[in-house]
């Protein structure tokens, strides 16, 4: 199933373009956002086909269509994705293209055909370099139960140690392996996005939802996307991890 997202900060203009693109196909499912903050969150929890954003979207917390287009990038998992830009405003689409790679535009009022065509021939190109890309991701392979299990370490969200056994947090599931020590599998791990945090833990920075400080105001917590369990920050990693998920976000953590 090909996922698209909509942001679109006005309610029947979000509404008639949901419509159109849920015509071209039974396999489209069409997310709605209306605030760059609501979309970055779906972005984090579902993996985004294809975007159609409003360029000159009103968000005063959150900024423009530009901005989140400009989040979006930062991010690994969607430095290539397909963004359309919706606009009433042509002027804007210079430094649309300039600055994030957008793709096309689309003008207001919608032109049903041109938007149905465009989504078919994106969408189809998307699933056919998603599963070119599917070969190449990076996993490990590890011993749970006797069984050997692979895991791909882009949906590892992150790993926490306890006394010699480690369990490994995915978008899926949770796996816990014996006398497996974090040195180790940290060894096995040469995705950059994870990184460690704690002596007991590693971090996917791109799932981090917040890193905020503790009630006792001395340590620091993480928390995640797509899972209501959190990490720690220590002491001597907590400048590299808040450097990163700065750099990869553009977010400041709790004060």
């Known amino acids: 199933m090909c996922k698209v997202l909509i942001l679109e900060d006005d309610r029947i203009q979000r509404q008639a373009l949901s419509d159109i693109i849920r015509q071209c ?36 917390k959150g900024g423009s269509g530009l901005r989140f287009a400009e989040k979006i990038r930062k991010m690994k998992n969607y430095r290539l994705t397909w963004i359309v830009f919706v606009t009433i405003h042509k002027e804007y689409m210079f430094t649309a293209f300039r600055k994030v790679h957008c793709y096309d535009y689309i003008v207001k ?30 996993f490990i ?13 882009d949906e ?28 180790k599998l940290k060894s096995m791990i040469t995705d950059k996005d994870i990184l460690q945090s704690h002596r007991s833990y590693l971090v996917n920075i791109t799932y ?11 340590s620091y917590r993480i928390y ?20 990163q998920f700065h750099k990869l976000c553009g977010w400041k953590e709790d004060e």
């Open 208 to 218: 981090i939802s917040k890193i905020e400080k503790s009630n006792d105001r001395t």
């Open 156 to 183: 590892i969200i992150f790993v926490e140690v306890f006394l010699r056994t480690s369990v490994i947090h995915t978008i899926h599931d949770s796996f816990a392996i014996d006398y497996l020590s974090l040195k």
């Open 109 to 138: 009022p919608y032109d049903k055909a041109e938007i149905q065509k465009m989504t078919g021939l994106l969408l189809s190109e998307s699933r056919e370099e998603g599963n070119a890309a599917r070969t190449r991701r990076e």
């Open 224 to 243: 995640f996307y797509q899972t209501e369990k959190t990490a720690l920050l220590g002491y001597n990693y907590r400048q590299n991890v808040m450097d």
């Open 25 to 60: 196909s039974s396999s489209y499912r069409v997310y709605e956002a209306d605030h760059v903050a609501e979309a970055v969150s779906i972005a984090r929890r579902v993996q985004i086909d294809l975007f159609f954003v409003d360029i000159g979207l009103n968000d005063l």
């Open 141 to 153: 392979i590890v011993p749970v139960k006797n069984i050997q299990v692979k895991i791909f370490t």
